[in-house]
């Protein structure tokens, strides 16, 4: 007579449940479940889970002790039926940061602000933005958070971030507007014969004689009416004539208003 001796290897079923909203798939076998799944192993398989958070979700631990490995994968040796849980909790905006604010801006500048929305692990999350300035005279905020300065004062700019029913705030510290510095136009005066001419303003002004001929010209702010004054070098010279002015006063001074170089 024969005798057959058959040996079966042994099998273990692995099942996976799924805690949140996401995936796990096995490298070996059919697992590939969004809540729940199982299979059937050889006694000894190594199997590796791989689990990935659906969007808006990040894996967040294992709740069973069968797995070895860190972070989102598993391995689990199939010496018995086992059971593991992959845990993901959902993303949720819980800040916003605004970056690029500037500590002053002159009437007429532009400064462009950029808001960067946060998760509860501090990672960058999409959320959109409405921007807002808190003195609206001083300062004005467009959709793309570019700010330009209108008149003299200070501001707080405000970022609001949303995500879905969530809404978060940030506030920037004051902005200091500075009014801008007139325009400047110089005045440059020319003598013809022997004498001396000054300016109102001075201070820096014009001194301007015909010997050294310097401090013939100066920078003065636009709109400025300035006074010239001329005196002969001789006493009792002869009187003085001007070209180039606004107007000749009656005293026979010259007023120039600077509304352009002259």
């Known amino acids: 007579k024969g005798v057959t001796a058959t040996f079966e290897l ?12 996401g995936t796990v798939t096995s490298n ?13 192993y050889n006694a000894g398989a190594d199997v590796i889970l791989t689990a990935t958070g659906a969007a808006g979700w990040v894996f967040s631990s294992w709740s069973d002790s069968w797995c ?17 849980t992959a845990n993901f909790v959902q993303l949720v905006l819980t800040s916003v940061a605004v970056s690029g604010v500037p500590a002053e801006l002159t009437v ?8 960067s929305p946060k998760d509860q692990f501090g990672n960058a999350i999409a959320a959109t933005v ?3 300035s808190l003195s609206p005279s001083v300062a004005t905020v467009s959709a793309t958070g570019l700010v330009t300065a209108v008149s003299a004062g200070t501001v707080q700019i ?10 978060v705030s940030s506030t920037t510290p004051s902005i200091t507007v500075n009014a801008a510095a007139p325009a400047t136009f110089t005045l440059t005066v020319t003598i013809a014969g022997s ?20 401090d013939c010209a100066a920078p003065f702010d636009a709109g400025t009416t300035v006074t010239l004054t001329g005196t002969p ?18 005293d026979g001074t010259c007023s120039v208003t600077m509304n352009a170089a002259k």
């Open 10 to 21: 042994a099998t273990f079923d692995l099942t996976v449940t799924v805690g949140g909203s």
């Open 158 to 167: 405000k970022a609001t971030a949303t995500a879905g029913a969530v809404s």
């Open 130 to 132: 409405e921007w807002e």
């Open 68 to 84: 070895s490995g860190s972070g989102s994968m598993c391995t689990v040796t199939m010496d018995a039926d086992k059971s593991v």
């Open 233 to 250: 070098t001789i006493p009792g010279g002869p009187s003085v004539s001007w070209t180039g002015c606004t107007v000749v006063n009656p």
């Open 28 to 40: 070996v076998g059919g697992i590939n479940c969004g809540v729940a799944c199982s299979d059937t």
């Open 108 to 115: 007429g500048g532009t400064a462009q602000l950029t808001a």
């Open 195 to 214: 004498g001396l001419v000054v300016s109102d303003p001075g201070h820096p002004g014009i001194s301007c004689d015909d010997g050294e001929q310097t």
